[in-house]
């Protein structure tokens, strides 16, 4: 009966722990894995964790110098406006972190006004 219940027991231990929503947030310039947070979910703080967007999707400072297309002409960097107006600069496509709005390729017209500018 020991040996039955320590079995059970383990297995839903295993099985919480496979199957449990894991979460990530944003901090400064990336996501982060954190636990789950009533009150940070509830300020929608929280998202469900993705693994590329923990690996990928950083906020970068590009200059001229920065590598925005790869060869076959495909754009390394994404672009969306935060709260205050100001253009800011992603790795990845996604979602702005703060404003939630879908972030825009980087074109050759956006790099020569805003970035590459004298």
């Known amino acids: 009966m020991i040996i ?3 079995v059970v027991i383990s297995g839903i231990f295993i099985y919480n722990y496979s199957t ?3 979460w990530m947030m944003w901090q400064e310039d990336h996501y982060i894995e954190v636990d789950f947070d009533t009150e940070k979910y509830n300020m929608n ?3 469900r964790y993705k ?3 923990i690996n990928l999707f950083e906020k970068v400072s590009p200059t ?4 925005f297309f790869n060869d076959d002409e495909s754009v390394n960097i994404w672009y969306g406006k935060n709260r205050n107006k100001e253009l800011e600069y992603f790795t990845a496509l996604g979602l702005h972190p703060e404003t939630g ?3 825009k390729p980087i074109t050759r017209y956006m790099i020569d006004k805003y970035i590459c500018h004298e």
């Open 64 to 67: 001229c110098d920065t590598k």
């Open 45 to 47: 703080q929280l998202k």
């Open 51 to 53: 693994e590329e967007r």
């Open 101 to 103: 709005k879908t972030l």
């Open 20 to 22: 449990r929503q894991s």
């Open 4 to 6: 039955i219940s320590a």
